[in-house]
């Protein structure tokens, strides 16, 4: 049995689980609504308010979507109840980022400004920056899979570099440094 999926997912108070027919788990929360198709072969079911996911048989496939349908199912629930947070940190001299409604404008060393528009279940802030400190994006979202995908794709716009660490990173990640040219003795 799976670890992972054999754990049942208790729901909070004030949000509601369904599953359709055709197999689609549906969660609604204070902070908005999301669906995920689970495969066929996997039983969803809700009594009351606990989720249970359970397999067929003990193939490997089924063991490995047993966890991942659990997990997928969980952080839904999570979602839907607390918002996911993602913090970014602009590492370098003049980056800066700034939000306007559902779109950030940052200056990243480029030449010219970059414009993204943000998906509407997305929201971002930029915290107020103190001097000598790096400016830090807040991004905020009941879907963890996108939230997560829109910070990729925001980190991958100036991704930190290994000598100085200039660039967007994650707050708390470990960069890889690399040593810097050494005047070495002739």
Not at 22 to 50: A, E, F, T
Not at 72 to 86: R, S
Not at 111 to 124: F, G, N, R, W, Y
Not at 175 to 181: I, P, S
């Amino acid at each position: 049995m799976s670890r992972i999926g054999k754990l049942p997912v208790h729901l909070p108070q004030g949000v509601t689980a369904e599953v359709t027919a055709d197999n689609v788990v549906m969660v609604k929360g204070p902070h908005g609504q999301l669906s995920q198709k689970v495969n066929p072969d996997i039983k969803v079911s809700v009594d009351g308010n606990v989720i249970t996911v359970t397999r067929p048989t003990d193939l490997p496939r089924h063991r490995s979507l047993h966890g991942l349908y659990r997990a997928l199912i969980h952080n839904m629930v999570v979602g839907v109840t607390d918002m996911f947070t993602i913090k970014q940190e602009l590492i370098g001299v003049g980056y800066r980022v700034e939000v306007k409604g559902q779109i950030l404008e940052m200056n990243l060393g480029y030449s010219h400004d970059i414009h993204m528009q943000l998906p509407a279940e997305i929201k971002a802030e930029a915290e107020a920056v103190k001097k000598g400190q790096n400016p830090v994006l807040v991004l905020k979202s009941h879907d963890k899979q996108l939230l997560g995908q829109v910070a990729a794709k925001i980190r991958s716009l100036r991704a930190p570099e290994p000598y100085k660490g200039k660039g967007i990173k994650f707050v708390g990640e470990q960069l890889r440094r690399k040593a810097g040219k050494s005047a070495g003795a002739k």
